[in-house]
């Protein structure tokens, strides 16, 4: 056996080109399934702590995915509201420690507008509980004050005491504008990879004063009540979108939550944010499926270049194979020194790419992490990623397998026939 590995080594390196550049294709395709499973992995992670460390999320009586939706993710709208004295009575309960109220239905230039209160800096985490940060400047302190998300404030290139307005309605193009009541840039939070990045943060009393002269959706006909009048009104809201419950003991999540859903003044929902999400990235798992089926065909297509170039390469050492056997090899033997080749190709091949993969982890890190909020994991492979590595190599070994037939079937006459 050690003879056989000698020779196969020595055989590798009489066709050092055509190794290296197996190796290299081999490399690149596991690197490139590890890395789409690790992008993948780190992706599911981040959306499911898009929310963290918040035990409800409630709303009007709605579907599961519809409720988070609207609420976390900003997409849609809410089937209803939900009233100021409901909210207050259950945010009162005696096991809530902390609530977030959010009003949405305003947007600016494409972006969405949330109303909510300074609880919101203070209790809003995601990633493995993570708290917001400010880049520059401080939570909303005047009526109107507002606070950028990272993202709206790159893209509209926003800074610290500008003035904005805000638009009626969600759309991306509004002809119905809150001009007399123009806000000021108080804030701009550090990038999170959520839709926080992608939301202008004001109070509820700010919703409330841009529409003390509104009704139904538009302005009252000979009613202009001006930002300052506005300061001396009652600005309480009369109801909210939405709003995140946290517990003083998860213990009581799903007493709560049957309180909330059993309400009597109104219909609502209260759901876990957890199961919501796994129920919503679930309905997405097309999309994941599709990265892997990719990732494995390009797999496929680095074992299928090694199969050719073993292939390609048998016509040309078929006097090398008959002189083996001429000296006494076996056919066995033959078979053994191929399959070999085709082993060490694969697992040499491997265990470059994990390192091309940790490479590019590290090149690339810093950029998913600011531009896309993925926090890409450096640590040590995972059991999942030890048995992807296990079928790449497997799968070369395999491969092997057909040169190595088909070496055994030369004879010794073949070998030495001369091929014109």
């Not at 230039?109 to 493995?128: D, I, N």
């Not at 390009?298 to 000296?327: D, H, K, Q």
């Not at 992807?388 to 497997?394: A, Y």
Request: glycine share 8%; hydrophobic share 50%.
């Amino acid at each position: 056996m050690p003879i056989i590995l000698h020779l196969t080594w020595k055989s590798l390196m009489n066709r050092r080109a055509t190794v290296i550049l197996t190796l290299l294709s081999i490399a690149l395709s596991t690197a490139l399934l590890l890395g789409v499973e690790r992008v993948r992995t780190e992706a599911r992670g981040s959306f499911a702590n898009t929310i963290s460390g918040t035990d409800l999320v409630v709303g009007a009586r709605s579907g599961t995915v519809q409720l988070l939706l609207y609420s976390v993710f900003h997409i849609g709208n809410a089937t209803n509201n939900i009233s100021w004295e409901s909210y207050q009575k259950l945010a009162s309960h005696p096991k809530v420690a902390w609530t977030i109220p959010l009003s949405l239905g305003d947007s600016h230039r494409g972006y969405r507008v949330l109303g909510t209160s300074t609880e919101f800096f203070q209790h809003y985490q995601y990633a493995r509980r993570r708290n917001l940060e400010f880049a520059y400047g401080v939570p909303f302190n005047d009526l109107y004050d507002a606070v950028l998300g990272a993202e709206v404030a790159e893209k509209l290139g926003y800074q610290l005491g500008q003035d904005m307005v805000v638009s009626h309605g969600a759309g991306k193009v509004s002809f119905t504008k809150h001009t007399d009541k123009p806000f000021r840039v108080a804030g701009i939070l550090k990038r999170t990879g959520t839709p926080v990045d992608r939301t202008v943060h004001v109070s509820l009393a700010a919703i409330e004063a841009i529409h003390i002269d509104w009704r139904s959706g538009a302005p009252l006909p000979g009613m202009n009540v001006s930002a300052e009048k506005t300061r001396n009104m009652d600005l309480t809201p009369r109801t909210v979108t939405a709003f995140l419950v946290g517990l003083k003991s998860r213990i009581a999540v799903f007493q709560v939550q049957r309180v909330i859903n059993d309400y009597a003044q109104e219909p609502l929902s209260a759901v876990l944010p957890g199961v919501a999400l796994q129920e919503l990235w679930n309905m997405m798992g097309v999309a994941e499926n599709a990265l892997l089926v990719v990732s494995w065909a390009v797999v496929l297509v680095g074992l299928t270049g090694m199969l050719t170039a073993i292939l390609a390469s048998l016509n040309e050492r078929r006097r090398e194979m008959a002189i083996l056997r001429s000296i006494g090899a076996r056919p066995w033997q033959i078979s053994l020194l191929l399959a070999g080749e085709a082993s060490i190709l694969a697992t040499f091949g491997a265990l470059f790419g994990v390192c091309l993969l940790y490479g590019a982890i590290l090149a690339v890190r810093p950029i998913a992490e600011t531009s896309f909020g993925l926090s890409l994991g450096i640590g040590l492979l995972t059991s999942h990623e030890w048995m992807l590595l296990g079928l790449v190599i497997s799968a070369g070994l395999i491969v092997g397998i057909v040169p190595a037939w088909r070496a055994y079937r030369l004879s010794l006459a073949d070998g030495m026939t001369i091929r014109i």
